[in-house]
């Protein structure tokens, strides 16, 4: 009888045993099931992350365009000697110049790397200003005499000088400042970016916390 009652026992303990077995594969296997469809890909997101960064760069890719105006009098002399002492021959112009100016940038040719393993940004070039003047030149009182008239040459001299000044008044205005400053806003965007979504952005060698760090010379 007690035989018979050790077997049974035996084979109850054998029963639960198995049960448990069966319990613990069952739970293993919707564990791996339920990881295997909720986990998250990451090859898809940095493929993600990187396609959207080349978008945005794209979309900041735009000519960024400064303009002003500036206005010059200049007076222009010339003068001729002869062969008799004392006596010369001039010629003098009074010209005004009006000259519309652009300040761009072609952000199109922003070159950069990405980095997707270590998740940065770096910008390798930033393409200079293009400085653009575009005068108008309005002559008055033109002076000239027989043995010295105004020629193409004079013209020449003329735009020169004028271009050159122009070019002075430009430096000592806010135009390039401001063109830097719409520069920035511009690339601050894909700083908004790399920072929402978890990248670093590099310039030169340093990390971009903030539009100053960019450090741009204009």
């Known amino acids: 009888m007690s035989e ?58 735009k000519l960024v365009v400064t303009e002003g105006h500036f206005a010059e009098v200049l007076t222009y002399k010339n003068k001729k000697d002869s062969y008799i002492p004392g006596l010369s021959f001039d010629k003098k112009a009074l010209v005004v110049i009006n000259a519309d100016v652009t300040v761009s940038f072609d952000l199109s040719q922003v070159e950069y790397d990405i980095d997707a393993e270590n ?7 930033i393409p200079k200003e293009e400085i653009k003047i575009s005068p108008d030149f309005k002559y008055y009182i033109t002076e000239s005499s027989t043995f ?32 830097k400053n719409r520069l920035l806003t511009e690339l601050s965007k894909m700083l908004v970016l790399t920072n929402s979504m978890g990248w670093t952005l590099k310039y030169k060698g340093n990390i971009i916390e903030k539009e100053n760090d960019f450090e741009l010379k204009l």
Do not use: P
Not at 119 to 125: D, E, H, V, Y
Not at 151 to 178: C, F, H, M, P, V
């Open 4 to 61: 018979t009652y050790s077997k049974y026992s035996f084979f109850g303990k054998l029963s639960e045993i198995r049960k448990w077995i069966l319990v613990l594969f069952l739970g293993f296997v919707f564990f791996w099931i339920f990881n295997y469809f909720t986990k998250s890909d990451d090859s898809s997101t940095i493929e993600y992350d990187t396609n959207l960064i080349q978008q945005q760069i794209k979309n900041v890719g």
């Open 119 to 125: 998740k940065t940004l770096t910008i390798t070039n």
């Open 148 to 179: 010295n008239e105004f020629t193409g040459e004079d013209y020449n001299k003329i735009n020169k000088l004028a271009r050159e000044s122009l070019a002075k008044k430009i430096e000592q205005s806010t135009l390039k400042s401001n063109a």
